[in-house]
C-alpha cells in the first residue's frame, strides 16, 4: 500500500483510540502536553492541536507518539489496515 492509500483507509480516530485516546464529538486532550480540556480536533485523516499549534496526519501523530521512525510508522498504520 502506498501512504495515500493508507491515509485514505485508516481512520484518526481509531489510531487515537487504540492509544487510549478518548475522542468526543472530534475533540480530544492532547497528548504531547498537560490537557485540562480537549484541544485536539481529530479529522478522518489527522488531527490538530490548537494549544500546540501543530497538525498530524496518521504518519506524523504515529512518529511523534510513539517515537518512530517514518519507516516503523508506515508499518505500523498498514498492520491496523490488514487487522480490519
Not at 472530534?26 to 478522518?44: E, N
Request: aromatic letters at 12%; one cysteine or more; glycine letters at 4%.
Amino acid at each position: 500500500m502506498t501512504t495515500e492509500e493508507i491515509k485514505e483507509s485508516v481512520n484518526m480516530s481509531d489510531v487515537l483510540s487504540e492509544r487510549g485516546i478518548s475522542v468526543r464529538n472530534g475533540m480530544c486532550k492532547c497528548p504531547f502536553h498537560d490537557d485540562r480540556k480537549p484541544s485536539m480536533k481529530v479529522y478522518k485523516d489527522g488531527c490538530r492541536c490548537f494549544t500546540c499549534a501543530e497538525t498530524w496526519d496518521v504518519f506524523g501523530f504515529v512518529m511523534k507518539y510513539d517515537n518512530v521512525t517514518f519507516t516503523q510508522a508506515f508499518k505500523i498504520p498498514t498492520t491496523y489496515i490488514l487487522a480490519i
